[in-house]
């Protein structure tokens, strides 16, 4: 179920305006020293949860915005390793209306009607939450100097997935430390 849960993972992530986007940084690094960057291995966890397409989908866009903003992108042994890392969650949200006329409702005895006691219907409403999280480390010294996460509701349209992904890692990436370089 999960597996098939993560491809929809990013609709959910741009196509809904409930987004949350954060990032935090090493305040102490300067990012402009940096030259080359190259991705790590997916974790095992996540290589269950995500198809090929997407992750493929996911490291092009990721790749794009570190290119523009002037890091070379090497297959391995980069100065920068970014990883890319996916946590969903089932969740439960209730919303509650009273009916405060309740039973035969306001127009039935004049002048005000008569209602009876009201009532209150709670709906229950199953969800997944995506998270996806960016991290950029320091290949020598082995230590994260920046990570970006976008957390939001699954969108069960994968009708525009492939748009939709770079859009996500875009408004990602825009609190990487280091603007694009137009």
């Known amino acids: 179920m999960k597996k098939l849960l993560f ?35 997916w974790r095992d966890d996540n290589n269950k949860l995500i198809n090929d397409f997407d992750k493929a989908r996911l490291m092009k866009a990721v790749k794009a915005e570190m290119t523009d903003r002037n890091y070379t992108f090497q297959q391995s042994g980069g100065e920068l390793a970014v990883s890319i890392y996916v946590i969903l969650e089932d969740k439960t949200s209730y919303n509650s209306y009273t009916d405060y006329y309740g039973g035969f409702g306001y127009y039935f005895v004049p002048p005000w009607g008569w209602g009876g006691p009201a009532r209150t219907i709670v709906t229950e409403y199953n969800y997944t939450q995506g998270t996806l999280i960016f991290n950029v480390f320091d290949a020598k010294q082995k230590k994260l100097i920046w990570q970006g996460t976008a957390i939001g509701e699954i969108d069960n349209n994968p009708a525009n997935k492939e748009k939709n992904i770079p859009k996500l890692v875009k408004q990602t990436f825009n609190k990487y430390p280091i603007s694009i370089n137009k």
């Not at 305006?17 to 940084?25: K, L, R």
């Open 7 to 41: 491809p929809l993972l990013f609709i959910f992530l741009y196509s809904c305006s409930n987004i949350t986007v954060t990032s935090d940084y090493d305040k102490e690094v300067d990012f402009t020293e940096y030259k080359t960057f190259s991705f790590l291995k």
